[in-house]
């Protein structure tokens, strides 16, 4: 079974929408959470941590759950420039400060106008 | 303030040959992690190098080392190549003072195995 599982989509929505994208993890050991964006052809680019009590930045909220192992993103009014591949990503920190990230497969968004 | 560089960005191999992929991590950062990642799947953890030593590796093959200098640049070398070895390989450095939560990855570097 894989440290994070992702819908992988494709979500293709107009402009305006709200989108919601979800992952689940199987470590209950988990210590961190992350949604990364990778462009196409491109690095992955931080886009914000998640918080237990969630938290949100701009159009875009993040949630998690740790008793279902589970997190989610939203992004609100979509932008042509939301256009990109979103990761899910959490890090397991085994007795070290060197954690090491697992990252899901991806779910890609395409926004059109 | 330079990011993460890494070279080549492009490279072209066959069969059972062997590559070796450099990284510059980013000013002030001493650790630095190595993905792979294949097309339409996430970057894969390969290890990760602090204090010039392996601290940390994944599910990879003896194939998959590297090597961490003073300098804390580092290199992946893969011996004998596959076709499956074909992907983008990162490279992400952090501080250890922050553990490796804050990443900030190189643009990588494409692997073709022919």
């Known amino acids: 079974r894989k440290e994070v599982e992702q819908d992988p989509g494709p979500f293709n929505v107009p402009e305006g929408a709200t989108v919601a994208f979800n992952c689940t993890y199987s470590?209950?050991?988990?210590?961190?959470f992350f949604w990364y964006r990778q462009d196409c052809r491109k690095e992955p680019k931080l886009l914000m941590s998640?918080?237990?009590s969630g938290n949100e930045d701009g159009r875009f909220t993040a949630q998690l759950n740790r008793a279902s192992q589970y997190i989610s993103l939203l992004i609100r009014d979509s932008k042509l420039s939301d256009s990109a591949t979103y990761l899910c990503?959490?890090?397991?920190?085994?007795?070290?400060?060197?954690?090491?990230?697992?990252f899901g497969r991806g779910t890609q968004l395409t926004v059109w106008p | 303030d330079a990011g993460v560089t890494q070279s080549p960005t492009h490279l072209i191999k066959t069969r059972g040959q062997q590559v070796t992929l450099r990284c510059s991590p980013k000013?002030?950062?001493?650790?630095v992690s190595w993905y792979q990642q294949a097309l339409g799947q996430g970057p894969q953890f390969i290890f990760q190098?602090?204090?010039?030593?392996?601290?940390q590796r994944g599910n990879f093959p003896d194939r998959f080392s590297g090597h961490q200098f003073p300098n804390y640049s580092s290199e992946l070398n893969v011996n004998a190549l596959l076709l499956g070895d074909s992907a983008l390989y990162l490279c992400?450095?952090?501080?250890?003072?922050?553990?490796?939560?804050?990443?900030?990855f190189g643009a990588g570097s494409r692997l073709t195995v022919l």
């Open positions: 992400a450095s952090s501080s250890y003072r922050d553990g490796a939560n804050v990443l900030t």
């Open positions: 470590n209950s050991a988990s210590q961190s």
């Open positions: 998640v918080y237990s």
């Open positions: 990503v959490v890090n397991i920190a085994r007795g070290s400060t060197l954690g090491r990230l697992y």
């Open positions: 000013s002030g950062h001493d650790t």
């Open positions: 190098y602090y204090e010039e030593e392996e601290r």
